[in-house]
């Protein structure tokens, strides 16, 4: 059975924390990608990866960092958390070629206090 | 500017009916669109991919439609159940730098009532 997992399913930290989200995905897939979603807004796109140490920004990146040393590991820093980074945090992972539907992890619903 | 819409009301339908649900997008030109199920507390599931150059796609009791014209696809569940009950995302592809990325819409919850 594919498995994307993430490192925390709740997470509570203060505001001016650092912060990592781990995603970890056991299908070998090149792609992967970090989106939050709010009520009404639906999954946006942060950041994703095509490859190892390769990263580019998605439409929302301000605020936040990623880290892909490994293929399987894809990692969301918040290096200063604020109030309105408050969110779920969803971390996919698709392969390169053949149907590009991606596969989600559960999700980390994290807050700033 | 661009926009993907689905209906934010939640649907309500009677057991045994056809459920369907509407995804509107504009200034876009999609290679392909992607619907997804998604439960309360967990990350979306891939349901059904329809790519530009296909009116239609059907998978068990689901069908997609695809009109690049109106620029809408509709997904249907025929014969629904109370497990069909969730919340139900489009994603359009739009090409960033070289690279597909997916556009979600913020999704439209549907209740199957017994």
């Known amino acids: 059975d594919v498995k994307v997992t993430q490192s925390s399913r709740y997470l509570v930290k203060r505001t001016g924390e650092k912060v990592f989200l781990e995603c970890v995905q056991d299908?070998?897939?090149?792609?992967m990608f970090w989106y939050r979603q709010d009520p009404g807004l639906g999954l946006r796109l942060i950041y994703f990866?095509?490859?190892?140490?390769?990263?580019e920004k998605g439409d929302i990146p301000e605020g936040y960092s990623v880290s892909r040393e490994k293929k399987e590991r894809f990692s969301l820093i918040l290096e200063s958390a604020s109030t309105n980074q408050t969110s779920m945090y969803l971390c996919?992972?698709?392969?390169?070629?053949?149907?590009?539907?991606?596969?989600f992890g559960p999700g980390t619903r994290l807050t700033v206090l | 500017s661009q926009k993907i819409e689905q209906n934010s009301e939640a649907l309500n339908i009677q057991e045994g009916k056809t459920a369907t649900l509407t995804c509107n997008y504009t200034?876009?030109?999609?290679?392909?669109l992607q619907w997804y199920r998604q439960d309360p507390g967990r990350g979306p599931v891939f349901l059904l991919l329809?790519?530009?150059?296909?009116k239609e796609k059907r998978k068990e009791r689901l069908k997609v439609t695809f009109d690049t014209t109106l620029k809408q696809s509709l997904f249907h569940i025929t014969a629904s159940q109370p497990a069909d009950s969730a919340t139900y995302l489009c994603?359009?592809?739009?090409?960033?730098?070289?690279?597909?990325?997916?556009?979600f819409g913020a999704g439209t919850r549907l209740a199957v009532h017994p």
């Open positions: 996919a992972s698709r392969s390169r070629g053949g149907i590009p539907e991606q596969f």
């Open positions: 299908m070998d897939h090149e792609n």
């Open positions: 990866s095509y490859d190892v140490k390769m990263k």
């Open positions: 200034n876009y030109s999609p290679a392909y």
């Open positions: 329809i790519r530009e150059n296909e």
């Open positions: 994603a359009l592809a739009a090409s960033s730098g070289g690279y597909n990325k997916l556009i």
